[in-house]
Structures are given as C-alpha cells and as structure tokens.
C-alpha cells in the first residue's frame, strides 16, 4: 500500500520499470503597503507567508518483489511541508536628481521536519536594505 491510498498498484501487472509520483501544493499570502512621507518620501511596508506540501512516492524495478535479493529497494515515500514568512519596512526619500531608499526586512524559513539527528528549528535573520539611484 502507498501511505496515500492506492492498494499494491506495484504489484500488479503494470508497467516494468519505475514507478514514480510528486505532488506540489503552495499558498502564497502577501500584503504590500505604501504612505506619503510629504513631497519627498515614501514609507514602504509589507508582509509574505508561504506555505508549502510536497509529496512524493517512488518504487524502482516495480515488475519485482521487494526483497528479492539485494537488488531490489522498497518503495519510498516522503513529506515536506516548510513554511516561510517575511516582513519588510523600508523609507525611500528623493532629493532632486538623487533618491535613497533605506530599510530593513526580517525572513523567517521553518522545515517542520521531525528527522531523526536533523536540528529542525527554524531559522530567522534581519537584512539590511539599502540604495542610492539617480534619474
């Protein structure tokens, strides 16, 4: 049996080969937010969330019994359901022919894995955002 419902279709009579099956799934959430800062500025503010499934399933040499010797590998199967988040507030002042923009965005990324010897904590930094342009 696969781990998502489809009975011992590897055993059958079905194709000689290799049996294989992904499936991606995102959903991406975002809100951007602009304010007048006066005649000569901006405040720019936003937030993104992603949140992701990938599901896969394979079986090598699907015409042969598992355990048949040592050359024939059981099926696998895997979940990976991350999730990432950022945020960003950033000003953007024009003087003349020079404009600047200055700010800082904070990305978080999560693995939700639970794998044996694997940290899985989630992991977060602060980015500095910086630029200089001209006309």
């Given at each position: 049996?696969?781990?998502?419902?489809?009975?011992?279709?590897?055993?059958?009579?079905?194709?000689r080969?290799?049996?294989?099956?992904?499936?991606?799934?995102?959903i991406?959430?975002?809100?951007?937010?602009?304010?007048?800062?006066?005649?000569?500025?901006?405040?720019?503010?936003?937030?993104?969330?992603?949140?992701?499934?990938?599901?896969?399933?394979?079986?090598a040499?699907?015409?042969?019994?598992?355990?048949?010797?040592d050359?024939?590998?059981?099926?696998?199967?895997?979940?990976?359901?991350?999730?990432?988040?950022?945020?960003?507030?950033?000003?953007?002042?024009?003087?003349?022919?020079?404009?600047?923009?200055?700010?800082?965005?904070?990305?978080?990324?999560?693995?939700?894995?639970?794998?044996?010897?694997?940290?899985?904590?989630?992991?977060?930094?602060?980015?500095p955002?910086?630029?200089?342009?001209?006309?």
């Open positions: 049996n696969s781990p998502w419902g489809v009975p011992a279709f590897f055993l059958s009579d079905g194709s080969g290799e049996l294989a099956w992904n499936e991606f799934r995102e991406r959430s975002q809100l951007d937010l602009t304010f007048g800062a006066g005649q000569t500025g901006d405040i720019f503010a936003g937030v993104e969330l992603v949140n992701q499934r990938v599901r896969t399933f394979q079986r040499l699907g015409y042969l019994p598992v355990g048949m010797g050359s024939v590998p059981p099926a696998t199967a895997s979940e990976f359901t991350p999730l990432a988040g950022a945020a960003y507030l950033e000003a953007q002042f024009r003087l003349a022919d020079l404009g600047i923009t200055t700010g800082l965005r904070y990305d978080r990324f999560d693995t939700r894995s639970d794998l044996p010897g694997s940290n899985g904590e989630a992991q977060s930094k602060f980015n955002r910086i630029a200089v342009s001209t006309r």
